[in-house]
């Protein structure tokens, strides 16, 4: 989980640069902006199917154990749990910060 998250954060900050680099020339190549949209659109498309599967993972370990199998203890089903919890959190947080941000935008003057 945190070689992922490194690797979206490492994303989003050359995002950022490059975006910063972009607004200095006050041009944006067409070639560019799509390729962009497409592999935000990639990211986070790959980021909500991984919370999904740690959601699925859990509910699976959750119910082998209400079901007394001994091949998953209750510590590997709590642990599960917590992180599909802790990856389901932040990915609110990360919707909420991107609803903001289009408001704000939305807000703006022409």
Avoid: C, W
Avoid at 82 to 107: C, D
């Amino acid at each position: 989980m945190k070689i992922q998250n490194s690797a979206v954060f490492q994303e989003m900050q050359s995002m950022a640069l490059e975006a910063g680099r972009n607004n200095q020339t006050n041009k944006l190549p067409t070639q560019v902006q799509s390729t962009s949209t497409a592999q935000f659109g990639d990211m986070l498309s790959d980021a909500i199917n991984s919370v999904h599967g740690l959601q699925q993972d859990a509910a699976q370990k959750v119910t082998a154990v209400e079901m007394g199998d001994r091949s998953v203890s209750l510590a590997e089903a709590m642990i599960a749990s917590q992180k599909s919890s802790v990856a389901f959190e932040a990915t609110v947080q990360v919707r909420n910060k991107l609803v903001e941000a289009y408001k704000e935008i939305m807000n703006m003057p022409v």
